[in-house]
Every structure is written in C-alpha cells, then in structure tokens.
C-alpha cells in the first residue's frame, strides 16, 4: 500500500464517517429519547435532496438557503412523523413490542415518502449543482473536492453544536433528562409532549442537511435515502443503540472500514464486507461497542 | 393466552365442526378455481400469490409465533431456490427430489443463522439477520464460477411439469402449490399448539420466565429456525420451477416491505393471518400495477393505520366481530351475562396470537 492509498484511506474516512455521523447521530438522539428505531430518516435524507434540487436547479438560488430550507422542512417533517406515526402508540410504551411496532410504523411512512416523491417526481435521477466547486490536493493524486471538504465540515459543526445544545441549553436538558428517567422528568415538570416531535424534528432536520450534501454527491432521486438509512443502521447498531459518543465513534470506524476496503478490494465488495465485519461485532459484543446490555442511555 | 391449558386435547384447538365445514368449503373453492378461471395471466397472479403464501406462513412462524425478528428469510427463500434450480439444471435428480434439496440448504443455512441471533434481541436481530441476507445477495450477485449466472438469475430451469402443455402445467403448478400452503398452514397449525409451540410462545412473551421453567430457549429456537428455514427453501424450489428462473431481485428491502406489509395487516402470529394479508395486499398490488408509486403509498398507509388502530391485524380485527356476533346470537337465545367468552366465539386467529406481539 502506498502512501497515496493511505492519504486516500484517510480522506475517505474523515468524508465518510462525518456524514454517516450526521445521519447516525439523529437515529441515536431518537432512540435514546423515544426508545425507537426511526426508519424515516433515510427519506428525510431524500427531501433533503429534493429540496437542494429545488433550489440549486430549479430555482437557481443560493447554497446557504438550500440548507436552512432543508433543515426547517424536514424539522417540521420530521415533528409530524412523529405526531402521525409514534404519539398514537406513546400509551403502549412500556409494552414489549414497542420497539418494533414503532419500527414498522416509522418504516411506513419512510414507504409513504418514498413512493410519494416517485408518484411526483419520477423515479429518474436529478443531478443536484455541488453546494461549492472546485477541489484542493492533498497529496500527489489525492484530490479533495471542497463539496465533500464542506460536507464534513458542516457535519463536524452540527455534531458538536448538537453536543453543546444537549449539554447546555434547556431544551437540550430536557431532552437529556427525558432519556435518563421519563417519570423523574415528568415530575419536574419537563413538557415531554412537545419534547417528543422536538427531538424527531431535530434528528431528521440533520439528515436533510445531509440530504443536501449527498444529492450533490450523487443524485435526487425517491430511493436515495435507502442507502444512507441502511449505512446508519449499520452505524448506530456498531456504536450500540443509544449511545451518541459510540455512535460517533463507530461513524469514522465504518468510514475507515469501508475506505480501506474500496481501496484493496473494490467498491463492489466494500459493502459486503462492512456487514462481514457486522457480523462479527454483533456476534462477539451482541450490543454494538459502547452499547449497554438493554438499558443504553444517552 | 395465559389462561389456557398448557397442551389442548386436540391438535387445533379453535376448531369448531362449523369452522372445520368453513375451512372444507374455502378448500373445495380455492381448488375448483383453475377450472373455471382459463385466464392465463389471472392463473399466473394466482399461483405467484401460493408461493408468496408459502413463503409467508414460513415467515410468519419464526416472526409471529417465535417473535424472533429475522430479516433474513429471502435468503433462505432465494437459497433454496438457487439449490433447487442448481440440481435441476445440472442433474437428471427427480425435480420433487431436487425441491426437496433446495428445502434442505435453506434449513442448513436457517440453523447455522439461529446460532448467532441466540444471544442478540430485537432490533439487533433484525440487523444481523438482514446483513446476512444482504451478504447472501453480494455473493449470489458476484459469483465468478457462473454457477448462479449473477444478476441475470439462473437460465431456463426445467422445473416440475415441463413434459406439459402451458395450460395443463399452470393448473398442476396451483395444485401442488395449493397442496403446499394446505399442508404447511395445516402442519405449522398444529405445531403452534403443540409442546414445541407453547415453548416458542412462553420464550417469546417471557424469556427469564420461560428459562426458569426450564424452557431451553437454545433448543427450541434452533428448532424454529430449521422449521421455518425448510418450509422458506420449499417456497424458493416452488418460485423457480414455475418461473423456470431465479435471480437475486427475489431479495432486497422492497420485496421485504411488501412481504412484512402482509403479514402485518393479516396479524402476525396467527394462523389465518397470511393468508389474509397476502391475499388482500396481493389483490392492491395486481390492481395498481401501472402506478408503483400509487401502490405503495397506499400499501404504506395501510400498514400505518393497521399497526395503531389495530394491532393484531385482520384476523384479529374478523376475530372480534366474530365473537360480538356469537355474543348477539348468544343473547337472542338466553340474555347471558358475558357471551365473549363463551368457548365458540373464539375466533381461530385471535387464540393464537396475542393482539401484541412481543420482541425476543
């Protein structure tokens, strides 16, 4: 391996791991909080997508507001995910198959979005205009186009602001306290029912900007959150359910695993591979790496 | 569930002589049906809606009854498919040998997949068993030795009648596909109620309960696991006789949606469940062949307003009906106090699945 393919390797990785991060994180924010595995946050990737085509080609207008207009309109979705798919079954919460209703509910809407947008717009694909052109060279052979330098960037910036929201602000509080004991913090008085579509909101308004990123990446198309909400599952199961630094932690270690084996073996098989190493995480830690036996908290 | 005996007397419990005529009635139908209908497509959807039949009783044993979420039976669906197509292309082994075969590796396969989801639960189970499956489709896609032809599938399979005229191998192809799902709902019936059932149930609803009674959740889940595994491989040897191919588009998330989408709407767990839901989402899905989009959102709504209002699906939802109006009939007779639970009115598919269906 030469030093070219490892400059590479960890370029790839550092791309990678910040935008499965960016949609991983939200997963994780929602399973923490609600105790549900959001399935419609790879469409929230979708309208992300459609939305920066909207507004890049359709309307010609600038980047900035492509992404403010994909986070309040998939915030706003997202929240209303949540009042149509997970509030009506809020008062079965404590059953055992609550998980996997939610599952099937959330995966509904994600097949109702889906197929929305085909019946729509068709099921072509749309080139979407990169947010910024151009590249730098990292090294000999090692281009960095600044739309993926960007992605990463605005990804790192929103992971952490998201951390500081959650460490400092009061919503962020709440939202915490709610994921650590949901009676305790009903009775100081936190408002869990707007807290709910709050944090779906939040979760799938950061998948959209993601949207928009990875439609200049490859293109705006129905099924164009299938692959982004499959490599989150991945991510979000490896880091262990609930946990927001495994999650991070298991987004650059996928980054890495995929980056090295597109370079030695291919693209073909990097996908592949990734669920052989799944596998094997699962088998050996049946709770992903920092995940706790049934109770993962935030 | 709780209440009930813990092994009933007879093997189908819910039975009823009345609903032993009703189900008789629904058999002569279903198997008078190819010699009225000549249409040759209709026969087609028909027969392709038994082998998904086939395939969802398979599922809905390991899904509903075990409540082990394994996403990984279109696997074991297209690798007894694969198996069987393989023997019959490649040796003049009797094709009921062949399918046979094929039941055979999807059961290898199901059991050495059971090992590894013992120590997961929920969520996580559905993840590793859906990677499996997505390996399973990376090396059917990127096979080198041409042994499964890639992505095109497997090149014309004799298949089971392939001495037949078109007409004459489509009705046998209904028949025994029909033989197959009597048998399989028949056999998965029974064995729902049997030792092996209760087990699966008990692991199901509590598994430190059901170990403290010394339920050996190892034993019995491998044994639903090679159960379900078996029937899915006999389903893929069914598909790819009678569509004389199989490619690896048998797999994938969008097939899984619609196949999870049935089973949910019919109710998990029960026994007339799939057959309810298949046949219903089938009928949709032949109707809005034109407008996939179309199809799917209303298949998505559907799943949505089934899932919160009613959890235990149609055969639930019929259950219930049922016994208000037995309660009705019941109070015509002799104003009873609580007709509800009188034995008759309970409905086949509300005794054997709780209206929530637990995680493993």
Redesign the interface.
Known sequence: MSATDIVGIAVTTIILGSIYGLVAIGMTLIYGTLRI?DMSQGSMVMVGSFIAWGILVVAGWNPTLAIIAAFIATFILGALTQL??VQ??MR?RN???F???T???T??????L??????IFGPFQRNVTPVVTGSISVYHGVDLPYQELTMALVSIMLMAGLGVFLARTRWGMAIRAVAQDLDAARLMGVPVGKLYPLTMGLASALAGVAGVFLGGLYFAY?QAG?LPL?EA??VV?FGG?GSLPGTVYAAYAIGLIQATAEVIVGT??S??IL??V??LV??VR???LLGKP?EARL | MSDRPALASSPFPAMTSGRWGLAGLAVVLAAATPLVITNQYTLGVMITTLILLVLNISWNFVLGVAGVWNFGQLALYALGGYGTGIIMLHSSVPPLLAMLAGGLVAMVAAILLSFPTLRLYGIYTSLLTFAFAEVIQYVILNDGSGLTGGSFGLPIVPGLYSSLSLAASARAYYWTVLAVVLISTTALAAVAHSRLGIALRGIRDAPGYAAARGVNPLRYRIAAFAISGFLAGIAGGLYVSYNQSISPSVMGLTPMSVYVTMLVIGGLGTATGPILGTILVQIVATLLVTHPGAEFTILGLFLLVVVIFVPDGLAGLIGRYWRRIATWAAEGEQTGPEGGETAPAEAAGATEGSPDQHVA
């Open positions: 595995l149509v798919s009506p079954l079965r059953a055992i198959d998980e996997m209703v599952f099937i509910t995966f509904a809407v994600a097949m109702v889906t197929n929305v947008a085909l019946e129905p299938d499959l599952l991945i199961i359910l073909t098989w996908l592949p669920y052989g799944i596998l699962l088998i049946p709770y992903g049934s």
